[in-house]
C-alpha cells in the first residue's frame, strides 16, 4: 500500500510561481509512474502531468505546457511539480497519483492552489 501526501499548496497572485510536493511511502517508488491531476470547482478532475518512473519521460496537458515542469527524486520518494506563470484559471485542488503502468493505483488527499487575478 502507498501513501500520498501533497504539499505546497497555497494562494498566489497571477503570474506568481508554487512548488508542490508528493511524498510515498509504503512502496517501492521508483517503480511507479507518477501523475498530478487536478480538479477545479464544479468541475471534472483532469490529468495535469506524468512522469515515467525513472524520470526521463514526461508529458503534459497542453493548457499546462511550457508554464509547468514535473520532476522526481527516487532517493526522496517525492515527486514536484513546479508551477510557473500561474493564471486564474489554474486555482484547483491539485493531486498526485501514483500507480504500475498506466494506471493510477493510489491516491493523495490533494492540496489547494489558489491564483488570484
Known amino acids: 500500500q502507498v501513501q500520498l501526501v501533497e504539499s505546497g499548496g497555497g494562494l498566489v497572485q497571477a503570474g506568481g510561481s508554487l512548488r508542490l510536493s508528493c511524498a510515498a511511502s509504503?512502496?517501492?517508488?521508483?517503480?511507479?509512474?507518477m501523475h498530478w491531476f487536478r480538479q477545479a470547482p464544479g468541475k471534472e478532475r483532469e490529468f495535469v502531468s506524468r512522469?515515467?518512473?525513472?524520470?526521463?519521460?514526461?508529458y503534459y496537458a497542453g493548457s499546462v505546457k511550457g508554464r509547468f515542469t514535473i520532476s522526481r527524486d527516487n532517493a526522496k520518494n517525492t515527486v514536484y511539480l513546479q508551477m510557473n506563470s500561474l493564471k486564474p484559471e489554474d486555482t484547483a485542488v491539485y493531486y498526485c497519483?501514483?500507480?504500475?503502468?498506466?494506471?493510477?493505483?493510489?491516491w493523495g488527499q490533494g492540496t489547494q492552489v489558489t491564483v488570484s487575478s
Open positions: 497519483a501514483a500507480g504500475l503502468g498506466f494506471r493510477t493505483d493510489y
Open positions: 509504503g512502496g517501492t517508488f521508483s517503480s511507479y509512474r
Open positions: 512522469i515515467s518512473p525513472s524520470g526521463s519521460q514526461t
